[in-house]
């Protein structure tokens, strides 16, 4: 199983506020549908309710919610109530990567866990005022290389950098 994280974030390391993301860059979608497409992807309930209808369950992708709530059911996703059984569930997965799509409590769960193998993180050059955040990690355990830098043009609000991290 390899499990691949991605994340767009702002200055203050912001991804999210009232339950929606906060900039208009489809560059930036376009790269996380490339990305996930054919994976299993993997989010938090608050996440899979910021999606808007028309769009959900995310397409040729397996879609995987967390949920506390066990009578918890959505139309063509998978249901884990804990993260530990979900990653037991994919442990044998050799053709997909587990893509962690967030939100915050997500993310964290799955840092502070160590299940993460590399991350994928868009770098919004703007402040936008956020209220939920991407969590702290240790920068010196990761190498770090850019798989693409896009400028702030007519259709994309502000410029941003994907970086990849993976493990030293
Ligand atoms: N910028 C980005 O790349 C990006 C990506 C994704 C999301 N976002 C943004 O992030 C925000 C949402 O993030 P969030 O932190 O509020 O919520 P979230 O992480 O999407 O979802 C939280 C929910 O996940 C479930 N959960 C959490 N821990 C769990 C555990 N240990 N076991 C089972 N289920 C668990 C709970 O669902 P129940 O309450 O149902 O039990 C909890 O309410 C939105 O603003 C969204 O737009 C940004």
């Given at each position: 199983?390899?499990?691949?994280?991605?994340v767009?974030?702002?200055l203050?390391?912001?991804?999210?506020?009232?339950?929606?993301?906060?900039?208009?860059?489809?560059e930036?979608?376009?790269?996380?549908?490339?990305?996930?497409?054919g994976?299993?992807?993997?989010?938090?309930?608050?996440?899979y309710d910021?999606?808007?209808?028309?769009?959900?369950?995310?397409?040729?992708?397996?879609?995987?919610?967390l949920?506390?709530?066990?009578?918890?059911?959505?139309?063509?996703?998978?249901i884990?109530?804990?993260m530990?059984?979900?990653?037991e569930?994919?442990?044998?997965?050799?053709?997909?990567?587990?893509?962690?799509?967030g939100?915050?409590?997500?993310?964290?769960?799955a840092?502070?866990?160590?299940?993460?193998?590399e991350?994928?993180?868009?770098?919004?050059?703007?402040?936008?005022?956020?209220?939920?955040?991407?969590?702290?990690?240790?920068?010196t355990?990761w190498?770090?290389?850019?798989?693409?830098?896009?400028?702030?043009?007519e259709?994309?609000?502000?410029s941003f950098?994907?970086?990849k991290?993976t493990?030293?």
């Open positions: 199983m390899k499990v691949s994280l991605i767009a974030m702002d203050e390391r912001g991804i999210g506020k009232d339950n929606d993301l906060m900039w208009h860059l489809p930036d979608m376009k790269f996380f549908k490339e990305t996930t497409l994976q299993i992807v993997v989010m938090g309930r608050k996440n910021s999606i808007p209808k028309k769009y959900r369950p995310l397409p040729k992708r397996e879609n995987v919610i949920t506390r709530n066990t009578d918890f059911t959505a139309e063509g996703c998978t884990f109530n804990s530990e059984a979900c990653m569930a994919y442990k044998n997965e050799t053709e997909r990567t587990v893509f962690i799509i939100g915050g409590e997500i993310y964290k769960l840092l502070e866990k160590d299940y993460v193998d991350l994928y993180i868009t770098h919004v050059n703007e402040n936008y005022g956020p209220d939920t955040f991407f969590p702290e990690f240790d920068l355990q190498n770090v290389e850019t798989v693409k830098t896009h400028e702030k043009d259709k994309n609000e502000a950098s994907v970086l991290y493990r030293k």
